[in-house]
């Protein structure tokens, strides 16, 4: 994968449009009822003082999350409503795939309070644990709070994923679609998108999607069967 540029600047409205035609669509099934966070045991914590959760958050943001996880229960304990540290041990929960403690985490952060990047996490892990609804309303949540979010790109495509799951391929469109503005140099991303778009049936908007994703790399295997589908489909 080519090296991560950065993204583009868009037009504010039109990530405002994006993002309310995201946020208005319906989710398949009963919406989530009242979440719960169930306590996890067999924890250890960092001896001393600890860090604060903005501190802590800084950590997770670095790519450091095994230490982050470490000072972020350190300071839960001594500081039971410092959000930051729910927040920071949520998402490096996430981060080292250990979506069921990030879960609990979130929850009872969000049972303090109900931050938006506290829905994100609880969205992110029960998007990674099935739980599509819930994954659906929370990440939701986050976006329509902030659309330009530092996790935006990555709960648009999550809510793209999900929308796919339930076939519902207008939908994902939207989603990936504004994925893609938030990150346009993630070629999986683009063909992501061709996907939605081609069983959407809308073949040469798919097509300008796969094309893109090759533009970012060649070789990319989805975008290159994507594209040779449609364009077979084409000649007839």
């Known amino acids: 994968m080519p090296e991560r540029l950065a993204p583009r600047r868009r037009p504010a409205a039109f990530a405002a449009l994006l993002t309310l035609a995201l946020v208005v669509l319906p989710i398949a099934g009963p919406r989530a009822g009242k979440l719960s966070a169930q306590p996890v045991s067999g924890y250890s914590l960092v001896a001393g003082a600890s860090l604060s959760g903005s501190e802590i958050l800084k950590l997770t943001t670095a790519g450091k999350h095994q230490e982050a996880y470490s000072k972020a229960l350190a300071r839960i304990a001594e500081v039971k409503d410092d959000i930051d540290a729910y927040v920071s041990l949520s998402w490096s929960l996430v981060a080292l795939r ?43 949540e986050y976006i329509a709070t902030y659309p330009e979010g530092p996790r935006a790109g990555l709960s648009f495509f999550l809510c793209g994923e999900l929308y796919v799951r339930m076939a519902r391929f207008m939908h994902a469109d939207i989603a990936f679609s504004a994925a893609v503005q938030h990150n346009p140099n993630n070629p999986s991303w683009w063909a992501r998108l061709g996907w939605a778009r081609e069983n959407a049936r809308k073949p040469l908007q798919a097509l300008d999607a796969y094309e893109k994703a090759l533009v ?20 007839g």
Do not use: C, H, T, W
Not at 110 to 125: M, N
Not at 218 to 228: H, S, V
């Open 98 to 140: 250990r979506y069921g403690e990030a879960e609990v985490y979130a929850l009872r952060g969000y049972d303090l309070r109900k931050d938006p990047r506290l829905a994100q996490a609880i969205g992110e892990a029960s998007y990674y644990l099935g739980k599509n609804d819930v994954a659906l309303s929370m990440l939701q």
């Open 216 to 235: 970012l790399n060649p070789n990319f295997a989805d975008a290159l069967e994507g594209k040779k589908r449609i364009q077979d489909r084409m000649r």
